[in-house]
């Protein structure tokens, strides 16, 4: 299954035409732009199954342990044996999952059952339970709600001649961009994921192991596949909580950046000139105090559109309103360079060409004067 890293729903207002976009690898930028079917197949923007749970990935992991009980439950009715040992809990159950084709099962009258056939009945049940849930709630609860909140946004920021608009469907908005940060598996530093492989290292370590035992897990713990399914964890976690309507683990890193997000002020910066906001495969990024780039550019940024992007800052005064800034085609521009930056490896363009999209300087006068604006003033102390 072709899984959008980046949603395609939200791709769609970058498209050059109805069903292609222009793309510009990071090394690249000021080349002609390559066009690319939106469905962006095996790309950095979408991969088979990212966010697929296979039950013979997951049985393994004790972390799943629950969403095998459906499975277990179901064959309650039967007797299954493995290597003339009886399964008969949860735990004989998993340990054995990954032998299934070995498994003797009989039903109540005492029939044998065919272990493929068998296998299959069970991966059904895996599919309708679990195997799917993350990209249908993508699907139905963000992905879904998005063109709605474009079209507020376009209807009343574009329009607006106040600085500041109700922030309606702000909670759509802020989901969107915490689960976009959870869907680059890349944003460890973002996410806190790093911290979580620090403390499993230092608890792994905290006995004596080989050297070389020690160099092994060193290179697991670290490795892209180990956090990749730390990071799938966090979010199927997230995903599941939602959907069974009950409480979310305060430490859940989607949960985290989710409620650092309704704690900032959201401003929607409008493009203001002939320079348009570009995006890319990281289209979600902060910008902090111990980054590179000036403290006044701050903030959690999201380009909505070519005309529209988000940014939240800290500032708690202003929680229930867009504050508008309508930015000069400098800032634009620099804002663009800091997306080119925080890409993985790709960015997208409404053109073949985007030379005149990017600058690596700021007009900072202007862009503190916009702040100070919607009252927004920056200290030279991170507090």
């Known amino acids: 299954m072709n899984c959008h890293i980046v949603p395609r729903v939200y791709l769609k207002s970058w498209r050059h035409n109805d069903s292609s976009i222009f793309i510009f690898p990071k090394d690249k930028l000021y080349s002609v ?52 040992n009886r399964i008969q809990s949860l735990e004989d159950f998993i340990e054995s999952y990954g032998s299934i084709k070995n498994w003797v099962i009989r039903d109540a009258d005492g029939s044998f059952i065919d272990a493929n056939v068998f296998a299959s009945e069970l991966e059904q049940i895996w599919e309708d339970k679990t195997q799917k849930l993350i990209e249908s709630y993508f699907n139905i609860n963000i992905e879904n709600k998005w063109n709605k909140f474009l079209s507020y946004v376009n209807r009343y920021a574009l329009n607006c001649t106040d600085t500041k608009v109700h922030a309606k469907s702000k909670y759509v908005l802020v989901e969107f961009m915490a ?25 792994v370590f905290s006995s004596d192991l080989p050297e070389s035992l020690e160099c092994i897990l060193h290179e697991v713990l670290h490795g892209t596949a180990f956090r990749n399914e730390l990071c799938l964890l966090q979010l199927y976690n997230y995903v599941k909580a939602r959907v069974l309507k009950k409480p979310i683990e305060v430490d859940n ?80 521009r620099y804002i663009n360079y800091m997306t080119a930056i925080n890409c993985i490896s790709c960015v997208v363009h409404t053109s073949k060409t985007m030379q005149d999209m990017i600058s690596e300087t700021p007009k900072l006068e202007s862009w503190k004067s916009s702040l100070r604006r919607i009252g927004i003033a920056y200290k030279l102390s991170d507090d």
């Open 179 to 203: 689960t976009q940060m959870s869907r680059v598996f890349e944003q460890v530093d973002a996410l806190g994921i790093k911290q979580s492989l620090q403390i499993l290292e230092d608890i």
């Open 33 to 84: 732009g390559e066009e690319k079917s939106l469905s962006l197949k095996e790309t950095s923007f979408a991969q088979s199954n990212r966010f697929i749970l296979e039950s013979k990935d997951c049985y393994f992991n004790n972390a799943y342990k629950n969403e095998f009980l459906p499975l277990f439950e179901y064959c309650q009715a039967y007797n299954i044996e493995l290597h003339g």
């Open 253 to 332: 890193t989607v949960s985290i950046v989710l409620n650092t997000l309704h704690k900032m002020c959201p401003i929607l910066l409008i493009a203001d000139g002939k320079s348009r906001f570009i995006t890319s495969d990281n289209p979600c990024y902060p910008v902090t105090l111990n980054s590179c780039w000036p403290k006044e550019f701050n903030g959690i940024y999201l380009p909505i559109s070519p005309e529209v992007c988000a940014y939240f800052v800290n500032n708690h005064s202003n929680l229930n309103n867009y504050m508008i800034i309508k930015t000069d085609e400098n800032n634009v």
